[in-house]
């Protein structure tokens, strides 16, 4: 048995109770090191943990397949809510641990908090992620109609190659108005969370691979 678990943000008190029930009886963790640690004070200590990295993600996928064809109850541990960017890790376990429908759970994701922080309504937005393999030009132009629909938009930057700054100097050379507030969030629902507020047409610097903006269309 495989399931695909949302950890929640960050934060470890955002873990869903089924997650955390499903956790409690798991007898293989895996996933991402960095996921690993938001979540590890839910481990139960008899459960193996199994650290994936980008290197070794087809080995170690391979032998939570093989325990779990044995009977072993594995659980793999995604980001926020599998369904926010976590397609691509999820067909990896399909491919490589030979389970074509593990249980999928979700959790809250730093989208959701990321909206409730900004106070920008899902029924009135857009939610998009650049953060996944393969050509994100697409998006780029769903992006830019979204707006000019007078939707607001909350997104996922790619680390490092279209973040904050670049999406919204992206957004102001496609002719949308300099002035459409911008909200920037670091690190969200843990101890160094940072947020900052300030406009396509401003917005400059760096800014954590773990961020996530949110734009508050006034169209």
Request: with cysteine; aromatic share 10%.
């Amino acid at each position: 048995m495989i399931y695909a678990l949302g950890i929640g943000p960050g934060d470890p008190q955002f873990l869903p109770l089924k997650s955390w029930d499903i956790l409690k009886k798991a007898d293989v963790i895996s996933g991402f090191e960095t996921v690993l640690n938001y979540a590890k004070v839910h481990f139960p200590t008899s459960a193996k943990l199994v650290s994936l990295n980008y290197k070794n993600q087809k080995e170690k996928l391979n032998e939570v397949g093989i325990m779990s064809r044995e009977g072993k109850v594995c659980v793999f541990c995604f980001m926020g809510d599998l369904n926010f960017s976590g397609y691509d890790f999820l067909n990896n376990i399909k491919t490589y641990c030979e389970d074509p429908d593990p249980v999928k759970i979700p959790g809250i994701s730093s989208a959701q908090i990321a909206a409730t922080r900004a106070s920008v309504p899902f029924e009135e937005s857009i939610f998009t992620t650049f953060h996944k393999a393969g050509d994100i030009e697409k998006d780029k132009e769903f992006l830019v109609q979204a707006l000019k629909l007078g939707k607001s938009a909350i997104i996922i930057p790619l680390p490092w190659d279209f973040m904050p700054t670049e999406i919204c100097k992206y957004l102001v050379d496609k002719k949308l108005p300099p002035e459409i507030p911008v909200h920037i969030f670091e690190h969200l629902t843990l101890e160094n969370e940072k947020s900052y507020k300030t406009t396509i047409g401003e917005c400059s610097g760096s800014y954590s691979d773990m961020s996530i903006i949110v734009l508050q269309n006034n169209l």
